[in-house]
């Protein structure tokens, strides 16, 4: 009986043995997945502080961050070449006389202000 009992415990020891390797493939598996999708989210992010960024560093000046609208219109407006005087140039003469550049909805509709005037 004693045979009978250890090699009993011996399959269970084996089925643990399994179960433990397929649970350690199951939450490797899974921190892999949550590594790719925190991976596209920090991405996701980085772009957009990248236009943040792109904001912040011209947000000295009302000049500064007029070039970037006009570079903005140029590169998602190609085709609009009256984007720059239609849609900058009213915002660089507000920021001219507020000090603050209000950003459009399609950049997060941030307001910057305290920019030198120039």
């Known amino acids: 009986m004693s045979g ?3 090699s009993v415990r011996n399959n269970l020891e084996e089925v643990a043995t399994g179960a433990g390797r397929i649970a350690r493939l199951v939450a ?3 921190m892999a997945a949550l590594v790719v999708v925190g991976l596209g989210t920090a991405a996701a ?3 957009d502080m990248n236009i943040h960024d792109t904001m912040q560093l011209a947000a000295g000046s009302c000049t ?3 070039s ?3 570079a903005r219109c140029r590169k998602d407006n190609p ?3 009256a984007c720059p005087s239609d849609h900058c140039a009213p915002k660089l003469s507000e920021c001219r006389s507020t000090g603050c550049w209000q950003e459009g909805q399609r950049y997060g509709g941030r307001k910057t202000c305290n920019l030198k005037l120039g």
């Open 68 to 70: 970037v609208c006009v």
């Open 79 to 81: 085709t609009d070449k």
């Open 4 to 6: 009978a009992i250890a």
């Open 28 to 30: 490797v598996s899974s």
């Open 45 to 47: 992010k980085a772009d």
């Open 64 to 66: 500064g961050t007029y």
